[in-house]
């Protein structure tokens, strides 16, 4: 959901998402299974993105190349996987990188830094 | 809903607390949670007396009468306000008590109340700015005992049926009469429904919280503001100045789902990175005051960002949901306007020179510069636009000065955006804060909205962003122009 936002880069989104390859970078909960919350983020969600997220997290699960129109075509299976992927992963330590300009955003326990350098913001 | 059919929807009287602080937040925050359940409450047209003696809602009165589509209804609306005291299904009501009997009668003589003749029941009586003696008060059961075709056994502990009877008298403060002061002022009694949701200041106190640091939100304002967002289960909920979260939690536990961000990391760590009181105390961070009341798994992400940036996927300029789906339906904030703590933003100090090395640098702390409150509304306001639902909605507090600031024209506003409410907080001095709620409006909207501004009596500067402020709104300026230029 978040991109680059520095001015001017036109090609902020999807962050590409580098794992540190440190023990415990990436962190795995149970979360209740909300199938209303699913439903309401369906459509608010960039199926490619989503795909890149799951491919750069190394998610196992099923999820169609294309996203159907609405969140109930989904088979239990392929729900299960979207609410694991959204809900249950994190990435605690790494990196977000902008495919556009290379600005690379830390992500340190689970926090991403989203802060700009101080250069890049007009005023 | 038709005019007619309102006409025949049940009498409910909300009994709110007379908390003279907010008291201009209840009657917003109720048609806010009405809202919440799909019931469009106009109170211009709606709250007011369409009955013989029935007072129109007053701020400083603790009754709003209302008429809703059933019990079941009003009791689910109750049950999340936050600042009222308890629901009652009205039976009778008047000006006096006798007034008021007379009324119960009439109500139990036509049948309705039939169902509860065996029911297990109890009398309730309260008064308001009164302590009426124990004489009245025996009149009253007897009334209600002679009056109500009641036969079942009186159970205080445990009855299927509860009748309130709550007495309002005048205010002994402004009422120096001592006879008017023994006068009733407007008597209703009922059927207890619900109890609105004081328990929630104390259930979520601040006293108790794992987080907190000096501008925490009070616990009671921040479920009000969460009320006024709308916020409702699998709403997405953002705070781009999230301190310690108190206005998240507050949304995350009528079911929102959670973003919050803030420009200090240390602030949602809870401390410097070494600090060894933070592996000492886990749960004294931001996620921790979540783990508190078990809403971890409402919480989408926290990060660090400065309010000055808009960090989210860009969704284009349409307003169009179906072209581009947008993100948000409730931005709720206290944005830190430089009274308690200062505001700032990342950038350049003037004179320095940037130095490409420091972005890379683990321990880098990015240089801000002095962020000016007019920059951070329209920075919020622009925030809003780009990615809230229609019909989603901005709650912010807005700190000002009382003898300068005129509501009318200098609330910042944006063509997209429609002011709904505003509830007054006074603060110490000349200062107040309020509260302010906005609408997201879709294109035709905005369009109306914008001919609305120009045809004002004295019209508003729209800039091309669609940002709106009025004329000479930089007079009520807690800093004032002068100031922001000489920060620059």
Redesign the interface.
Known sequence: ???C?VKGCKQ??PLQIKVSTSRDAKQESE??F?P??L???F??I?WT?LLHAKEALGIEGDLPATAPDEFGQLNASEQQTLHHL??EVEMVEGELVCPGCG??F?V????????????S?E? | MGEGQEDQWPLYCFVFAVHLSLSTFRLPEFVSVCKVYGIDYDYDKRCVADLDHLPEYHDERPCLFVRLPSDEIAKTIGDRIVLCRFVIRVWGQGPDLSTMIADLKRTADSGVLEEFRQSKFKFQIGFHNSKAGNTVKKQLFSDLTSVLPLEGKISLTDPDLQVDVFVEFRDPNKELDPEKRKMPLHAVCGRWLVAGRRDIGDQFSLKKRAYIHTTSMDAEIAAVMANMGCVKNGDLCYDPYVGTAGLLVACAYFGGNVFGSDIDPRVLRGGEKDDPEITKHPDRNVLGNFRQYGLTDRVIDLFVCDGAQDPFRSQGQSLDTSKAPLLLDAIVTDPPYGIREGARKIGLRPGKEYDSTWFRKEDHIPMTVPYHWRDILEDLLRLAVRHLVVGGRLVYFLPYDVENFNPAHDIPGHVSLRLLHTSVQKLAGQFARMLVTMEKLDEAETEKHRSAIAAEEAPRVVASDGIVWGTDSAAYAVEDEHKRHSHV
């Open positions: 959901m978040l991109q936002h902020g989104y979360r209740d909300n209303e919350f439903e309401r983020m459509h608010r960039d993105g959204l809900m600005l690379e830390r340190r326990s689970g926090i991403p830094d989203m802060r700009l350098p101080e250069d913001l005023k």
